[in-house]
């Protein structure tokens, strides 16, 4: 009696459906990869265009516009930085982190005035960076020639350092979150009087 032996033995199946589950397997986390990889560029990209706009156009006026200027000075858990008629705030020193309000930049029109001094009241100020983004550092220093120095983040506190926004970001922080720090110092000098 003679046996026909066309098809696949049981075992023959088995390593070819393990061979598929790995190859799968592999390509799966590829992709997962490359996901993280263009999240993780997105959030920095994002946090880098933001901030040279913010600091370009206040470069930008500062440079080309003859309006009264206050460098940074300290306001309580306030830093404050005028510009003419705008007033930049930043919320929180180092020990107010734990503050969810903590590192936001406001932007607030003066209404005309240019007292820099008057009572600062966030209700009728504008946030000037996107969500999820902090300013660590936006101060203005010197009198005819200005250094304006920035360092804003993107992130939860979590993926830094130390859980400190003023620590570097945390290379090998897992999950969905991701973290970026961009850090831009330019110096100034007024052309307009």
Partial sequence: MAHNNKGFTIIELMISITILSITILLFTYGAIQISRGYQKANVRINLLSATREIHSNFAQSLQLSGLDVTPTYNSGAFEVTCLGGVRYIRYGNATLQTDPNYGLLYSQDLNGATICTSPITIASATLALP???????????????????SRFVAGTKDVFES?????????????????????????VTRKVQ
């Fill in 163 to 187: 859980s400190d926004f003023t620590m570097p970001c945390i290379s090998s922080a897992r999950g969905g979150q991701y973290c970026a720090a961009v850090q831009l110092t330019s110096t």
């Fill in 131 to 149: 969500a999820g983004t902090r300013a660590t550092q936006f101060s203005l220093t010197g009198a005819s020639i200005f250094t304006l120095s």
